[in-house]
């Protein structure tokens, strides 16, 4: 197996939020850290050695894009997801939180209706609201922890709402799904038929666990792809999140220059010289790395899906399809959130995100992230087992 995903690797004091942040998070420092989406795992060696070679350089000025790192986007989008993609429709952005939060602010007026479907990664309420659009929510459905879309409402909200822009989560964080193609040709059939726009976070679509395929929402027609934005990026992937480089693909000419304006107002293109090496290096180098993370994140999901359901009862959960994030239905155990979260982190000493940061629908529930060793995995959940004892 590529990569010693077994390895515990000590995080502290690398200046990372996901561990130097646990006293300000979690107040105190002893909790096994299972909130944030990054992983335990170093990133594949041939990134690591691409970026030591260009440190040993020593010069770190301006970097530019060549036509080598847009032919490593559109090789990767074909060989992944079987997508023809044009280099001009590829917009950078410095992150996939300021690419559906900058393709929002060109896209809709103030007042404007935007749609998003909690529960849901957190930033997407901030997008709409603090660019002072209107959020309207179309609840997932959840039918024993397998969620899905609410179609019957979707139009109800088109027909009442108006909106403008629907912010799709593909595969959905927090509650693992990789959508179907039939359930995107409903929910985009919907959005062709009201005027709905579609920005369609795929930051997790290589993360595909247990065989499970990925279907980009752009790939649904020619149609959907004209009126989609398909935000994405190698960070969650290969464990780079910190290198903040993303991209958009726009295949709508009108749709990108709006879109593109306000990144170049705000002087946002430029970039940083690691991120774009680290893209490149891992579209083209780093599938048997990512061939290996899935089979172990498999391994982990199921793991953790038998342990929770067998021994943590009456805590529930679902094998996730997609993502290292897992959700837990910890309604049964009949307490308040916060009483909850005290048992995880004080008794337990595990740290998970709240339910209601990703919507009200979350209440009850909370977010754990198995992107780590094996053991920590176990430590963690042999932790709570006993908690709750
Ligand atoms: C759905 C989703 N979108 C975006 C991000 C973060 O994107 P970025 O760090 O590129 O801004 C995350 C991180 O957890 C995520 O889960």
Not at 36 to 43: K, L, P, T
Not at 226 to 246: E, M, Q, R
Not at 287 to 296: D, G, I, K, R, T
């Amino acid at each position: 197996m590529l990569g010693n995903f077994n390895k515990i690797i000590d995080r502290s004091k690398t200046d990372c939020i996901k561990y130097d942040l646990r006293r300000e998070t979690f107040g105190k420092e002893d909790v096994i850290p299972m909130w944030i989406a990054d992983m335990d795992f170093r990133a594949p060696e041939c990134v690591l050695k691409a970026l030591r070679e260009r440190i040993n350089h020593g010069v770190l000025g301006y970097g530019a894009r060549l036509d080598c790192f847009f032919k490593s986007i559109i090789d990767w989008n074909k060989l992944r997801n079987n997508r023809e993609i044009d280099p001009e429709w590829i917009v950078f952005s410095p992150g996939v939180v300021p690419a559906f939060t900058v393709s929002t602010l060109a896209l809709t007026e103030p007042g404007d209706s935007v749609i998003i479907q909690p529960p849901v990664y957190p930033p997407f309420f901030d997008a709409v609201k603090q660019n002072r659009r209107n959020l309207v929510c179309n609840p997932l459905i959840n039918n024993n922890g397998y969620f899905t879309f609410d179609y019957d409402n979707f139009r109800e909200i088109c027909q009442k709402h108006h909106p403008k822009v629907l912010i799709l989560c593909n595969p959905h964080n927090p509650v693992g799904r990789a959508w179907t193609f039939d359930e995107l040709k409903k929910l985009t059939d919907l959005c062709l038929e009201y005027g709905v726009t579609i920005i369609s976070d795929e930051i997790h679509s290589d993360l595909l666990l247990h065989g499970n395929q990925f279907i980009p929402t752009a790939s649904i027609s020619k149609e959907v792809e004209n009126i989609t934005l398909s935000a994405s990026a190698p960070s969650k992937t290969f464990n780079i999140a910190g290198l903040s480089t993303s991209y958009i693909i726009i295949s709508n000419p009108v749709l990108r220059e709006k879109v593109q304006n306000v990144y170049n107002h705000m002087h946002l293109l430029s970039g940083n010289v690691f991120g774009n090496l680290a893209l490149q290096t891992v579209y083209e180098q780093g599938v048997p790395w990512l061939e290996s993370l899935l089979q172990y994140l498999s391994a982990n999901a199921k793991y953790a899906t038998n342990f929770i359901n067998k021994r943590l009862k009456p805590i529930q959960t679902h094998l996730p399809e997609a993502t290292f994030l897992m959700w837990l239905d910890c309604r049964g155990l009949n307490m308040s959130e916060k009483e909850i979260d005290d048992i995880f982190i004080q008794k337990a000493g595990v740290g998970f995100n709240l339910g209601t940061e990703f919507g009200s629908e979350g209440d009850g529930f909370f977010r754990m992230n198995i992107g780590c060793p094996r053991q920590t995995l176990k430590t963690a959940l042999e932790n709570i087992e006993k908690a709750l004892k």
